[in-house]
């Protein structure tokens, strides 16, 4: 293309035109900006000598982890634990957000194996994520008709419409749901396509819940009776209900099981209910026993918090937690995991991971000497400015303690299949202080001064705090 320069007469014509074409000039040579000067400053500063120029070459063509991988961290890295909770089978979530489900499922159907002496079981994801998404549906719909009177620029009205649906969650929603709609074998309702890929099913049903939102906002402005919403209301989601019947399958009211013992013997052939079977095979009140424990170094230890309107379903449990120093939470899972108890976890997963080893540490990558600069921000720090928050949830089973009683690391059960350490990840005890956040754990490792907290009136919090965003 030819470069045509114009006279300057049409060039102050222009000006005088369209006066933000001199503002736009003005701004890129103002205060703040970057100068010319700066520019020839910033140029110099980069010495690109042989050091520099084989960097430059071998990151132009390669991953930075592998460039920045610590080769020495995995000699000699012992993969022994000392206390190690029993577990049989991986799962697997695929390229879906359901981390929190299968987490939580995973810590039910060991307790199970090992109480009923089972040679192996897995619970149906897809069962319970049915429920999650009808539940969420009905749980956006009604906030629609709960702030109707508020405009579409309320901070919550936002919120709503920006988040209507989500594969995503976390402890509370998985106790709400299980307690509500009970368990069945994965035999039972099996996983779909769209359960292992859930983003176009979620897109699909999002886009109606929206348009069904405004919906229920113009049937409000034009006075219509709380009688008429509601039942629009359950209209729309028996429309939800049948998209998520398409996608995923029927869930079952009633099923035949054959239980079996651990040598493969039939001990009993009957038909359940999922509540039925829930309660005969677990029974755990997991809405009164179990206790939310976060280290949260940007909020006050010892208190209570709870998140906004943050729950799977409308008459369910609002997220609520007690925030602890980190060392307070590890005092407790290690009371678990010796007494052969799973724990839901949750954490920043991608931080340090070397995925070839499925170890986590933060001597894992040398990004400071590869890049000549200093990453200095503490946990609190990052959380402050989202560089780091909760981003998948798993079970912890093991910790190994040291002759002076101390951990010296920690391991999960994954759910993304086999891989490194038959599917478990291993966290240095370092990494476990920096990127762990939450920790559910049974009252009965719970000291009474904490305890006592569950006593405080909660603290509020907002549903878009960007600190809760869900497991997935």
């Keep these: 293309m030819k470069n045509h320069k114009l006279p300057v007469s049409l060039l102050l014509l222009g000006l005088v035109a369209f006066p933000s074409l001199h503002l736009f000039a003005a701004s890129t040579t103002g205060k703040g900006g970057i100068s010319a000067e700066m520019m020839s400053r910033l140029k110099s500063s980069y010495s ?33 634990f000392s206390h190690r909770v ?34 192996k079981l897995e619970l149906s994801q897809n069962y319970n994520f049915f429920f999650d998404q009808l539940e969420k549906a009905n749980l956006f719909l009604q906030g629609m008709i709960d702030y109707a009177d508020r405009p579409m620029d309320d901070k919550m009205v936002d919120w709503l419409f920006a988040h209507p649906l989500s594969d995503g969650g976390q402890y509370t929603g998985l106790s709400d749901n299980i307690m509500k709609y009970g368990v069945v074998p994965a035999e039972v309702m099996r996983e779909s396509f769209s359960s292992n890929n859930t983003s176009k099913m979620s897109r699909l049903i999002s886009l109606k819940l929206r348009e069904d939102g405004l919906e229920l906002r113009k049937m409000y402005a034009d006075k219509a009776k709380p ?20 996608t995923l399958g029927t869930p079952p009211a009633e099923f035949t099981w054959t239980r079996k013992d651990s040598k493969g ?12 079977f829930y309660k005969e095979f677990a029974g755990n009140d997991l809405k009164n026993d179990y206790v939310m424990l976060m280290n949260d170094p940007t909020r006050e230890y010892y208190k209570l918090y709870e998140i906004d309107y943050d729950r799977h379903s409308y008459d369910g449990e609002n997220w609520t937690y007690v925030n602890l120093p980190v060392e307070d939470i590890k005092k407790m899972a290690i009371e678990s995991i010796k007494d052969s108890a799973m724990m839901y976890f949750s954490c920043d997963v991608g931080k340090f991971f070397d995925r070839e080893r499925g170890v986590l540490d933060p001597s894992n990558f040398d990004y400071e000497s590869l890049m000549g600069v200093n990453f200095g921000m503490n946990k609190a720090d990052r959380i402050r400015t989202h560089a780091s928050a909760s981003s998948h949830a798993m079970t912890l089973v093991a910790v190994d303690i040291d002759a002076e009683g101390k951990p010296t690391k920690w391991m999960v059960e994954n759910s993304w299949g086999s891989g490194p350490n038959e599917g478990h990840l291993i966290l240095t005890d370092k990494w476990f202080d920096e990127y762990m956040f939450r920790l559910v754990v049974n009252k009965k490792y719970i000291p009474a001064n904490v305890l006592a907290i569950l006593k405080q009136k909660p603290t509020l919090l907002p549903a878009w705090d960007p600190m809760f965003l869900p497991d997935e």
């Design 265 to 276: 013997n039939v001990v009993s052939t009957r038909k359940y209910t999922p509540l039925e």
């Design 86 to 119: 029993k577990s049989k089978g991986i799962t697997d979530q695929k390229s879906s957000g359901r981390c929190w489900l299968f987490t939580g499922l995973n810590v039910l159907r060991s307790q199970m194996m090992a109480k009923h002496d089972l040679p």
């Design 227 to 246: 009688g008429a919403l509601e039942a629009r209301k359950e209209q729309m989601l028996g429309e939800i209900y049948r998209m998520l019947a398409l």
């Design 48 to 80: 690109n000598d042989a050091t520099a120029k084989a960097l430059r070459n071998a990151l132009g063509n390669s991953d930075i982890d592998k460039i920045a991988l610590n080769a020495e961290a995995g000699n000699a890295f012992d993969t022994n």
